[in-house]
C-alpha cells in the first residue's frame, strides 16, 4: 500500500491508483498524530515538507521500504533513523530547479526595482514617484550561497537580465566547470559585493542562521536578500533588525522557521517596506507539481 499525507499532482497519483492500492490524503500532514496509527500494511509514504518523518513514525511503519519526497530538502526527514531500517528515501532533485530560480529572479528584479509596493499608496491618491525609482538589474551582481542545480538555473537566468553572478561554495572544487560564467569567491566576499543574496543550501547545524546579525551587518549597504531555500538559514528578528535599519534594502522569503508563521515571528516583520512573503511555494507551479509528482510516482512503483 502506498499512503500520500500531502498534495500531489492527480495524474500522478491516479498513476500510482492503477498500480497498487494507494490511500490520498492531501491534509493528513495537518494531523502529525493520526499518521502512525495509518501505516499498517504501507510500503511507501509519499510526503513533502511538513509530514515529519521521525524514528517514532517508522517504528510505527515497519512495512515501509520507501519514504518518496515531493521536493528535494530532506530536513523533515530523518534520514539516519531510515538507513537503519533499511528503508530508502528518493526526491526529485531537479525537477523544480526552474520554478525556484524564477521565484528567485522575479524577486530580484521587485526587491531592485522598488516600485511593486505602491499599490496601496497609489490608490490612496499619493503619487511616491520618487520613493520608487529603483535600479537596473543590468550590471548588477547576484551572489549565490550554494552553487547546486537551481543555483545554476538562477544564474542562467540571471546573465539575460544582465547581471554578473558570483558564489560561494566549499564543496565544489575551483577547477568544476560549474565555475564556467561564475566567479568563485569566500562567503565575506560574496556578502561585501553584490547586490542581491540568493541562498541555495540546505539547513543543517552548519547552516542554521548562516546569515545572522554578523553576516547581515557585512553585506553591502542598499543590498537585497532572497531565501527560497529553506528556514533557518536566516535569523529572523536579526534580518528585521536590518531591514528597519535600511542597510538591507529589501528581502523575499519564502521559507521560515516555524511554518506558518507564528503571531510573532509574524510581528517583527510588520510595516516593514520592499519586503515580500510568501508560503513555501517557490518550488511549486502547476508545471513542477506535474513534473516532480509524476517523478516521484515513478520511483516509488520501481521500488515497492
Not at 531537479?94 to 526587491?111: T, W
Not at 507551479?285 to 515513478?298: F, G, H, K, P, Y
Amino acid at each position: 500500500m502506498i499512503l500520500i499525507t500531502e498534495f500531489m499532482d492527480m495524474a500522478a497519483v491516479r498513476s500510482l491508483m492503477a498500480e497498487r492500492p494507494t490511500v490520498y490524503a492531501p491534509d493528513l500532514a495537518d494531523r502529525q498524530g493520526e499518521i502512525p496509527s495509518r501505516l499498517k500494511g504501507v510500503h511507501a509514504l509519499v510526503v513533502r515538507n511538513r509530514t515529519q518523518v521521525t524514528p517514532a513514525l517508522l517504528a510505527a511503519g515497519k512495512d515501509i521500504r520507501v519514504i518518496g519526497r515531493l521536493g528535494v530538502g530532506l530536513d523533515n526527514i530523518d534520514v539516519e533513523a531510515c538507513r537503519a531500517r533499511n528503508v530508502e528515501v528518493v526526491t526529485a532533485a531537479g525537477a523544480n530547479a526552474r520554478s525556484v530560480a524564477e521565484y528567485v529572479v522575479a524577486s530580484v528584479l521587485v526587491l531592485l526595482r522598488s516600485a511593486f509596493h505602491a499599490s496601496d499608496s497609489v490608490r490612496d491618491g499619493q503619487w511616491p514617484r520618487s520613493q520608487c525609482f529603483g535600479r537596473e538589474t543590468a550590471g548588477r551582481r547576484l551572489g549565490l550561497v550554494g552553487i547546486g542545480q537551481t543555483a545554476r538555473e538562477t544564474a542562467r537566468l540571471a546573465r539575460g537580465l544582465g547581471m554578473e553572478i558570483s558564489a560561494f561554495d566549499p564543496f565544489v572544487p575551483a577547477e568544476d566547470a560549474i565555475w564556467n560564467g561564475i566567479r568563485r569567491v569566500s562567503l565575506d566576499a560574496l556578502l561585501e559585493t553584490v547586490d542581491a543574496l540568493s541562498l541555495h543550501v540546505p539547513l543543517t547545524p552548519k547552516t542554521r542562521h548562516l546569515i545572522n546579525a554578523d553576516r547581515l551587518a557585512r553585506m553591502r549597504p542598499g543590498s537585497v536578500l532572497i531565501n527560497a531555500a529553506r528556514g533557518g538559514i536566516v535569523d529572523e528578528p536579526a534580518l528585521a533588525t536590518a531591514l528597519r535599519s535600511g542597510h538591507i534594502a529589501g528581502a523575499a522569503l519564502d521559507v521560515f522557521d516555524t511554518e506558518p508563521l507564528t503571531a510573532e515571528v509574524a510581528g517583527i516583520f510588520q510595516g516593514i517596506p520592499n519586503l515580500v512573503l510568501t508560503p513555501h511555494i517557490a518550488g511549486v507551479t502547476s508545471d513542477s507539481n506535474e513534473r516532480v509528482s509524476a517523478l516521484i510516482a515513478s520511483k516509488v512503483l520501481e521500488r515497492v
